[in-house]
């Protein structure tokens, strides 16, 4: 190039440019729960700054050019991509979705001590790069691996969130809505406890406009509901199942909870989500393990945990729940 | 599916039956990377109200639909239907087409193009038949060919069928442009029009930067013998999908942001100019019934304008071409 270029000729430069935007996030992992999540960042207009780390540099390239090339539709600025994590540096937020996925026949502890072993190499090298970012964990199991990410980064406990029960709890209000016919948005209800087989379903807070369902139906969600509402929870349990079993994965839910817990966060919104937290002392959970609870998200990640009043089964559940938990994290080899 | 929930009838007093289909309703036909990129930028920006999904195999579409469902707690989507019936559709105020076949090895384009019409001589009808009023948005390649194949199956007006064309071109001429002078993409503004493919033309007369041309400070810009070798630019964006095929084995984000502005574009009646593929009779001495992308206002009403490009000697030369090599394979297709 020579010395006195087009560009410069048209733009005359006063000062320096900024190093990187403030709303930076990293997206480590770059297969279909990553990029639907680094899609609806951007789509939505919630990162200024994207970066994407994995181990294929083949793959990174690809999918960070087809990002920009639609950036002169978005409000997204920059997107960079390495197998190199000093990519990341700068990022308010590091999500991770890299992680081993279960072998046929192979057991969740030997699942999780691959992920454990990956999770050895991805942490510390996010911290060195952002050692005052908020980690959000999404690969799975993911109550163990936030714990697991947790201990490797060396954070305090609430700037390392995993996703948790936030799809749970949207899965439950959309199929909610569907019986009742009305929005969503407008159908409120929580799910807890582990993301995965052993969640609760917090029937007591269902509501909509502030009206309880257990007010007009008091056996809602227990086995003697005639319309068996329980089949609700069934469900949102087998939805992933369900949908990988018909599409081969799940992408494009997950992408949108990442994208508004990074916007609760990036906005210090204080939204109330269910998110996988550390739960030692809720509930009488005794236990030092990572379960999803109503939290309040903002910039600096959990700032409250949400009092829920929980009946007496679901008490037991979820203390059963913190159990099966506790099993799994104690082998684990860090 | 549970009959109608007494716990509902308790809480909600119905006033008046619901209106069958929202205003906003788009339907995309074909799930692969390039259909689910498109609706699931549609969902995530607020753009629709209610989106259709239309393909072949049940099991794959219903994965999809119920995938895109449990995020709309945090959507402003409100319906995501998805069915092989083309009835799933009716009502729609656009239809984006991003099925068909891809080239097979050794595949000459023109029986690529045949193979294609023969799809689309099924699913152009049913589209039009459900949703006569729509808006037909062709996304398939080659687009500028299938765009014309659609127009003849639809017996639609030519405003109310396009090609997603240089629309994408143009987006990666801008952030390519945008990447040499160290500014945001928005702010470089420039076209590709054409065919959306190897005859594309980049219109280096008028990219300019909030209002200066780049060619009255760099005369030879985008020619052979400038030095700083702006052509590459334009190389870049011809080669672009090639490349991202290559390395990641197909494309879908991008052309998924351009499918969505321009739903949204129509949507709101935004009046926007982009580059899309349209009937080109008529321009820049064009005399061939043939689609290709120029800069066209687009609206409510699909296309209501073509704008009158002052174009160099040169680019109209090369306009011209493009036009004849799309004949070529136009005049061959058994429609």
Same mark, same amino acid.
């Given at each position: 190039?020579?010395?006195?270029?087009?560009?410069?000729?048209?733009?005359?430069?006063?000062?320096?440019?900024?190093?990187?935007?403030?709303?930076?996030?990293?997206?480590?992992?770059?297969?279909?729960?990553?990029?639907?999540?680094?899609?609806?960042?951007?789509?939505?207009?919630?990162?200024?700054?994207?970066?994407?780390?994995?181990?294929?540099?083949?793959?990174?390239?690809?999918?960070?050019? *087809?990002?920009?090339?639609?950036?002169?539709?978005?409000?997204?600025?920059?997107?960079?991509?390495?197998? *190199?994590?000093?990519?990341?540096?700068?990022?308010?937020?590091?999500?991770?979705?890299?992680?081993?996925?279960?072998?046929?026949?192979?057991?969740?502890?030997?699942?999780?001590?691959?992920?454990?072993?990956?999770?050895?190499?991805?942490?510390? @090298?996010?911290?060195?790069?952002?050692?005052?970012?908020?980690?959000?964990?999404?690969?799975?199991?993911?109550?163990?691996?936030?714990?697991?990410?947790?201990?490797?980064?060396?954070?305090?406990?609430?700037?390392?969130?995993?996703?948790?029960t936030?799809?749970?709890s949207?899965?439950f209000?959309?199929?909610?809505?569907?019986?009742?016919?009305?929005?969503?948005?407008?159908?409120h209800g929580y799910i807890i406890?582990?993301?995965?087989?052993?969640?609760?379903a917090i029937?007591?807070a269902v509501?909509?406009?502030?009206?309880?369902?257990?007010?007009?139906?008091?056996?809602?969600?227990?086995?003697?509901?005639?319309?068996?509402?329980?089949?609700?929870?069934?469900?949102?349990?087998?939805?992933?199942?369900?949908?990988?079993?018909?599409?081969?994965?799940?992408?494009?839910?997950?992408?949108?909870?990442?994208?508004?817990?990074?916007?609760?966060?990036?906005?210090?919104?204080?939204?109330v989500?269910t998110?996988?937290?550390?739960?030692?002392?809720?509930?009488?959970?005794?236990?030092?393990?990572?379960?999803?609870?109503p939290?309040?998200?903002?910039?600096?990640?959990?700032?409250?945990?949400f009092?829920q009043?929980?009946?007496?089964?679901?008490?037991?559940?979820?203390?059963?729940?913190?159990?099966?938990?506790?099993?799994?994290?104690?082998?684990?080899?860090? | 599916?549970?009959?109608?929930?007494?716990?509902?009838?308790?809480?909600?007093?119905?006033?008046?039956?619901?209106?069958?289909?929202?205003?906003?309703?788009?339907?995309?036909?074909?799930?692969?990377?390039?259909?689910?990129?498109?609706?699931?930028?549609?969902?995530?920006?607020?753009?629709?109200?209610?989106?259709?999904?239309?393909?072949?195999?049940?099991?794959?579409?219903?994965?999809?639909?119920?995938?895109?469902?449990?995020?709309?707690?945090?959507?402003?989507?409100?319906?995501?239907?998805?069915?092989?019936?083309?009835?799933?559709?009716?009502?729609?105020?656009?239809?984006?087409?991003?099925?068909?076949?891809?080239? @097979?090895?050794?595949?000459?384009?023109?029986?690529?193009?045949?193979?294609?019409?023969?799809?689309?001589?099924?699913?152009?009808?049913?589209?039009?038949?459900?949703?006569?009023?729509?808006?037909?948005?062709?996304?398939?390649?080659?687009?500028?060919?299938?765009?014309?194949?659609?127009?003849?199956?639809?017996?639609?007006?030519?405003?109310?069928?396009?090609?997603?064309?240089?629309?994408?071109?143009?987006?990666?001429?801008?952030?390519?442009?945008?990447?040499?002078?160290?500014?945001?993409?928005?702010?470089?503004?420039?076209?590709?029009?054409?065919?959306?493919? *190897?005859?594309?033309?980049?219109?280096?007369?008028?990219?300019?930067?909030?209002?200066?041309?780049?060619?009255?400070?760099?005369?030879?810009?985008?020619?052979?013998?400038?030095?700083?070798?702006?052509?590459?630019?334009?190389?870049?964006?011809?080669?672009?999908?090639?490349?991202?095929?290559?390395?990641?084995?197909?494309?879908?984000?991008?052309?998924?942001?351009?499918?969505?502005?321009?739903?949204?574009?129509?949507?709101?009646?935004?009046?926007?100019?982009?580059?899309?593929?349209?009937?080109?009779?008529?321009?820049?001495?064009?005399?061939?019934?043939?689609?290709?992308?120029?800069?066209?206002?687009?609206?409510?009403?699909?296309?209501?304008?073509?704008?009158?490009?002052?174009?160099?000697?040169?680019?109209?030369?090369?306009?011209?071409?493009?036009?004849?090599?799309?004949?070529?394979?136009?005049?061959?297709?058994?429609?």
């Amino acid at each position: 190039m020579e010395a006195t270029t087009l560009a410069d000729q048209l733009l005359v430069r006063i000062a320096e440019e900024h190093d990187h935007a403030s709303a930076k996030v990293t997206v480590v992992g770059v297969g279909q729960v990553g990029m639907a999540a680094a899609f609806a960042l951007m789509t939505q207009g919630v990162v200024s700054e994207l970066a994407l780390v994995d181990v294929v540099a083949d793959k990174l390239r690809g999918e960070m050019m *087809d990002l920009q090339h639609g950036q002169a539709f978005l409000r997204t600025v920059k997107v960079v991509a390495s197998t *190199d994590y000093a990519v990341s540096k700068g990022s308010k937020i590091c999500i991770v979705t890299a992680g081993a996925r279960q072998k046929e026949g192979e057991s969740r502890l030997e699942l999780v001590q691959r992920n454990v072993e990956i999770f050895k190499f991805v942490i510390p @090298n996010l911290m060195k790069y952002s050692p005052n970012c908020i980690l959000v964990i999404v690969s799975n199991p993911v109550d163990v691996l936030t714990h697991v990410a947790w201990k490797l980064s060396g954070l305090p406990q609430n700037k390392v969130i995993g996703s948790g029960t936030m799809l749970d709890s949207s899965r439950f209000r959309f199929l909610i809505s569907e019986r009742l016919k009305i929005a969503p948005q407008s159908c409120h209800g929580y799910i807890i406890g582990e993301h995965g087989d052993s969640s609760v379903a917090i029937w007591s807070a269902v509501n909509v406009a502030g009206t309880r369902l257990q007010d007009i139906c008091p056996q809602i969600g227990t086995s003697s509901d005639p319309e068996n509402w329980e089949q609700i929870h069934k469900d949102v349990i087998n939805s992933a199942y369900e949908i990988i079993k018909l599409k081969g994965y799940t992408s494009w839910a997950i992408g949108i909870m990442v994208s508004a817990l990074c916007n609760a966060i990036l906005k210090n919104q204080k939204f109330v989500y269910t998110l996988s937290t550390l739960a030692k002392d809720y509930h009488g959970i005794k236990e030092e393990v990572f379960l999803s609870l109503p939290v309040v998200v903002g910039e600096s990640g959990v700032t409250a945990v949400f009092n829920q009043k929980l009946s007496e089964d679901e008490l037991e559940k979820i203390k059963q729940s913190a159990k099966t938990l506790n099993g799994v994290i104690s082998g684990v080899k860090m | 599916m549970m009959s109608s929930s007494s716990l509902a009838a308790a809480l909600l007093s119905s006033v008046v039956e619901e209106h069958h289909h929202s205003s906003a309703k788009v339907t995309v036909v074909g799930t692969g990377q390039v259909g689910m990129a498109a609706a699931f930028a549609m969902v995530t920006q607020g753009i629709v109200s209610e989106l259709a999904l239309i393909d072949m195999v049940e099991t794959k579409l219903r994965g999809e639909m119920m995938d895109l469902q449990h995020g709309q707690a945090f959507l402003r989507t409100v319906k995501v239907q998805a069915s092989t019936d083309y009835a799933v559709s009716k009502g729609s105020k656009i239809c984006v087409v991003t099925a068909g076949a891809r080239q @097979n090895e050794g595949e000459s384009r023109l029986a690529l193009v045949q193979r294609n019409v023969e799809i689309f001589r099924t699913m152009i009808p049913q589209l039009v038949k459900y949703s006569p009023d729509t808006i037909l948005v062709i996304v398939s390649n080659p687009v500028d060919i299938l765009t014309y194949v659609a127009w003849k199956l639809s017996g639609l007006p030519r405003n109310r069928v396009f090609g997603s064309g240089t629309m994408l071109d143009s987006s990666r001429f801008r952030f390519l442009i945008s990447e040499r002078l160290n500014i945001a993409p928005q702010s470089c503004h420039g076209y590709i029009i054409g065919e959306h493919g *190897d005859s594309s033309v980049a219109v280096w007369s008028s990219v300019n930067v909030a209002g200066t041309r780049l060619a009255d400070i760099k005369s030879n810009i985008g020619k052979p013998d400038d030095p700083e070798n702006w052509e590459q630019v334009h190389r870049d964006v011809v080669s672009s999908a090639y490349e991202i095929i290559k390395l990641k084995g197909y494309t879908s984000w991008a052309i998924g942001i351009m499918v969505s502005t321009l739903c949204n574009a129509i949507m709101k009646n935004q009046r926007m100019i982009y580059t899309l593929s349209t009937l080109a009779q008529g321009f820049h001495g064009i005399t061939e019934e043939v689609f290709l992308s120029l800069p066209v206002v687009i609206g409510e009403g699909g296309i209501t304008s073509i704008l009158n490009q002052n174009l160099s000697a040169d680019e109209a030369r090369k306009i011209s071409e493009s036009a004849k090599t799309l004949h070529q394979v136009v005049i061959g297709v058994k429609i």
